[in-house]
């Protein structure tokens, strides 16, 4: 069988499976699956496979068939410039949380050595970008979860980062003071998660995808440990905007305003807490 033959079976199964780019997920799939780059793959069509390849190739086509995330199956994903290591433990990153953490980069220019709180840090992604992007920031990350957090310590081993790890439960508090606080937190609720798609629904860690009380919950526990003139940054939910906006005025944050994504949806949420908030 040769690479081109491989690659239209993998597309068409794909396509049966109701996968939204089967091709694309497919070149990935067999690129790393034979040590290639995607434009490497192309150049390699018309090679004969031996058959140890095609089964070790069918093997992975077959996983994604079953809708498991492509990050998954090739135990990494891209994040700003990182390659983060990715599994079952943690949420894929993706782009719009790349847009939370330009707008914290934004907020941190000029600030020579920020304290930053990355709260629910999953893989580490926005904790290690923020670290990788403004080498003087102090950056501590927790999560609830310690599967989630041995994530993070092998993604801050491997990208060579230095950033604080703990585990905490937000419920209990925040403690510490920061310049800025940061989260994606959980905003899917348990009505919305059956509809999503079965990447999302199946696959990935309830506990980081399922809760909407969570974005309240920060916005009022970050209160406490913002220094004045700090930044609150929130990933929020497509179509949330109002609602989260009109809640951090409510918790008496300024210059509150919501930020789109690449796909020019409203997806974070900001505001500071001013001077006149001190307590």
């Not at 979860?145 to 209990?172: H, I, P």
């Not at 403690?175 to 994606?184: A, F, I, Q």
Request: aromatic share 4%; hydrophobic share 40%; with cysteine.
């Amino acid at each position: 069988m040769t690479l081109a033959e491989l690659l239209a079976e993998a597309v068409e199964r794909f396509a049966r499976a109701g996968i939204d780019t089967p091709q694309v997920d497919a070149e990935f799939l067999l690129a790393d699956t034979l040590g290639l780059t995607r434009s490497e793959l192309q150049l390699e069509l018309r090679t004969e496979l031996p058959a140890e390849a095609c089964g070790r190739a069918r093997a992975l086509v077959a996983r994604r068939e079953r809708r498991e995330p492509l990050a998954y199956i090739l135990g990494k994903w891209g994040f700003r410039r990182l390659t983060l290591k990715v599994d079952r433990r943690v949420l894929v990153p993706r782009p719009e949380t790349e847009v939370v953490v330009e707008r914290c980069l934004e907020h941190l220019r000029g600030v020579e050595s920020p304290a930053v709180l990355d709260v629910g840090t999953g893989s580490g992604a926005i904790a290690l970008a923020i670290a990788d992007e403004h080498p003087g920031a102090q950056v501590t990350a927790i999560d609830v979860s310690e599967d989630a957090l041995e994530v993070a310590r092998e993604n801050a081993a491997g990208t060579g980062l230095e950033v604080e790890l703990a585990r905490c439960d937000v419920r209990d508090g925040l403690t510490g003071r920061y310049d800025l606080v940061v989260s994606n937190p959980p905003y899917v609720s348990l009505e919305e998660i059956e509809t999503l798609e079965p990447e999302v629904r199946d696959w990935e860690p309830r506990i980081a995808t399922v809760g909407d009380e969570h974005t309240e919950l920060i916005a009022r526990s970050a209160r406490d440990v913002l220094e004045p003139d700090g930044w609150l940054v929130l990933e929020i939910a497509a179509g949330r905007r109002e609602a989260v906006v009109r809640l951090l005025r409510e918790l008496r944050y300024e210059r509150v305003q919501a930020s789109p994504d690449l796909a020019g949806r409203d997806r974070v949420a900001e505001g500071r807490w001013g001077t006149s908030n001190r307590r």
